[in-house]
């Protein structure tokens, strides 16, 4: 199958338009149904189901979608090799993540990281947490930072940590005297919560039906900075991953409880790559650092919480 087809057909199946595609391509829409015509012909099978709204694609065509990623993503891999035989003195290496773990955690383990390997270049996208995982099974980024609840097809994880959901606040509101919490001690108190498409508002929402109890945010929002500022500044409480408050918590300007609901403690905190890709070997490297790095910041945050005294201990084996 020639190269151009399938890089045609890949952006079709990308963007789910002809037109779209074309122009994204810089070619004409007619260049573009030609091939795609001609790759249905030499297969015997339709790729796409034309419907109003876009073109969706069919069995076959999410099969050969499949196929051609992964034979994009080798041959860059290839040429990544090719120029890194002097060792890391060249590379990128591509990240998706969401907003959380862009404002202190990523950025961090990327300076510490050029220390090392200056000449590597990054590629940073924040998105929603389920977008992360969709990049990294359609090969559109090498690495995924974000969480998970269950296992996702196309997805290796190179790396898995408990993410539990806890109470952020600043030392002195009134609940930080507490050692930890019940879902109920928030309600009489400024609250700001994410919205309903992330996997910490679908816990919290669990957990609030599951115990009879009813939270109604001040704030609500996708964006942790206007959370973070929020809660310094309005005295209220968000319900967060303590990775995602690194800075805050190890600085003192924050502090995090426990909230006593197991629900809470279901998400994990993972690096995702694509199943069965060789990753460049810039990306490889970054893997192994990351999970250093997150290693190490754990570390720093059980300390922390669990002996500060202005921090009430989080039980034994239940991780950060």
């Avoid at 994009?72 to 890391?88: D, F, K, Y």
């Avoid at 109604?216 to 995602?244: H, Y």
Wanted: proline share 5%; with cysteine.
């Amino acid at each position: 199958m020639h190269g151009t087809a399938l890089r045609y057909f890949l952006e079709v199946a990308r963007t789910g338009s002809v037109s779209e595609a074309s122009s994204r391509l810089n070619v004409a829409a007619s260049a573009v149904s030609r091939q795609i015509a001609k790759l249905e012909r030499d297969l015997g099978s339709r790729l796409f189901e034309r419907r109003p709204r876009g073109m969706v694609l069919s069995e076959a065509g999410r099969l050969l979608a499949t196929y051609a990623r992964r034979m994009t993503l080798e041959g860059e891999r290839v040429v990544s090799r090719i120029r890194e035989l002097e060792g890391l003195a060249r590379g990128e290496v591509r990240i998706a993540t969401t907003e959380g773990f862009a404002l202190d955690l990523m950025p961090e383990a990327i300076v510490a990281f050029r220390r090392r390997y200056e000449g590597i270049r990054f590629d940073l996208a924040v998105v929603p947490f389920a977008a992360v995982t969709r990049l990294v099974q359609n090969g559109d980024v090498d690495i995924g930072v974000t969480f998970g609840l269950a296992p996702s097809p196309d997805v290796k994880v190179q790396r898995a940590w408990p993410a539990p959901i806890l109470a952020v606040m600043t030392p002195d509101h009134p609940l930080a005297a507490r050692e930890s919490l019940m879902l109920q001690d928030l309600r009489d108190h400024p609250i700001t919560l994410s919205e309903a498409n992330t996997t910490l508002r679908q816990l919290v929402d669990m957990a609030c039906a599951d115990e009879g109890v009813a939270l109604e945010p001040v704030l609500v929002t996708n964006f942790v900075s206007a959370q973070r500022r929020f809660v310094e500044t309005e005295g209220g409480v968000l319900v967060a991953a303590p990775l995602s408050m690194v800075s805050g918590l190890l600085s003192g300007r924050l502090v995090a409880r426990r909230i006593r609901s197991p629900l809470l403690h279901r998400r994990r905190f993972e690096i995702q790559t694509m199943l069965d890709r060789t990753l460049p070997r810039a990306a490889e490297a970054f893997v192994s650092f990351l999970s250093e790095h997150i290693d190490s910041n754990l570390a720093a945050l059980t300390t922390v919480l669990g002996s500060r005294a202005d921090a009430g201990p989080l039980e034994a084996g239940e991780g950060i």
